[in-house]
């Protein structure tokens, strides 16, 4: 698999709404994905995913989501669930930054606004997992806070020169998975590896703020840069509806599995 069909360059490089990353344009079989970045010069999209449900994550700033009939106020790390055919308005008076997921579902659920200043502090949703040199900081966001059926979003903050992601795991048979960086101002990186052999390497890149890494098979630890942390949002589609939305249920790479990942 080329290089491009794993990785994705600065997903932040257009105002408004980009669709990045799509089952027509990779090789996911559901997940979808949208860059959302507004300002005074682009204050609101209006946007519908057909026959989909929604994610939205925020990663900076302040706005408001409009989705069936409801007004949200959004801030950072909070989560807005979408439900399926519906349209949504996002808008801010200052500015805001979105990563928007979509999958497809028959499936309804109610709209919901997941806050992050309550989520943080509900059992469950607030992880601090690893060791000294894997250390991280994982919040959710939409998870089994909100009913759903394929999408969970939330996001990973690592210690300066740490790994996530660790062990190395993989979840090919029951989630595909999407990573998009954020909070790593240059010159600070972090290397992302995927593999299903370690000696045959799918990928080993450096991955930079508002780079994304497409994550079909394979595990994929990822280190960062000495003195940098590295942070990265992530959406999790369950392959069949219901069935494995949830955080964790990874297979550790069987030379590592003396290792806990805090997650299952």
């Known amino acids: 698999m080329a290089e491009h069909s794993w990785l994705i360059r600065n997903t932040a490089a257009r105002k ?13 079989k559901y997940l979808s994905a949208a860059r959302i970045l507004l300002d005074a010069a682009h204050p609101s999209i209006t946007a519908h995913n057909a026959g989909a449900e929604t ?7 302040t706005g408001r989501v409009r989705v069936g009939g409801h007004i949200f106020n959004v801030s950072r790390f909070d989560g807005v669930y979408v439900p399926r055919d519906e349209e949504f308005i996002v808008e801010t008076d200052t500015a805001l930054d979105i990563l928007e997921g979509s999958a497809p579902t028959d499936m309804i659920f109610p709209a919901a606004h ?4 309550e989520t943080r502090t509900q059992e469950g949703m607030h992880l601090n997992v690893g060791g000294e040199s894997t250390s991280r900081e994982i919040f959710k966001a939409v998870a089994e806070n909100v009913p759903g059926a394929k999408l969970l979003t939330g ?13 190395p795991h993989e979840h090919a048979a029951t989630q595909e998975e999407l990573y998009v960086f954020f909070d790593m101002p240059r ?7 995927v593999y299903t052999d370690m000696n045959n390497p799918e990928l080993i890149a450096p991955v930079y703020e508002n780079d994304a ?6 595990y994929h630890p990822n280190v960062a840069a000495p003195g940098y942390p590295i942070n ?6 369950s392959l069949e509806d ?7 249920g990874v297979n550790v790479q069987p030379e590592f599995q003396r290792t806990e990942t805090g997650l299952r």
């Open 213 to 218: 890494v497409v994550l079909v098979k394979g």
């Open 242 to 248: 219901l069935t494995w939305r949830k955080v964790g």
């Open 155 to 167: 996001v990973t903050m690592s210690k300066p020169g740490n790994w996530t992601s660790w062990p």
């Open 16 to 28: 408004g709404r980009s669709v990045f990353v799509t089952p027509a344009t990779n090789d996911f």
């Open 187 to 193: 010159p600070g990186f972090g290397t992302q590896f």
């Open 232 to 237: 990265f949002a992530w959406i999790l589609c």
């Open 55 to 61: 994610t939205l994550l925020v990663l900076h700033g």
């Open 114 to 117: 997941a806050r992050h200043e």
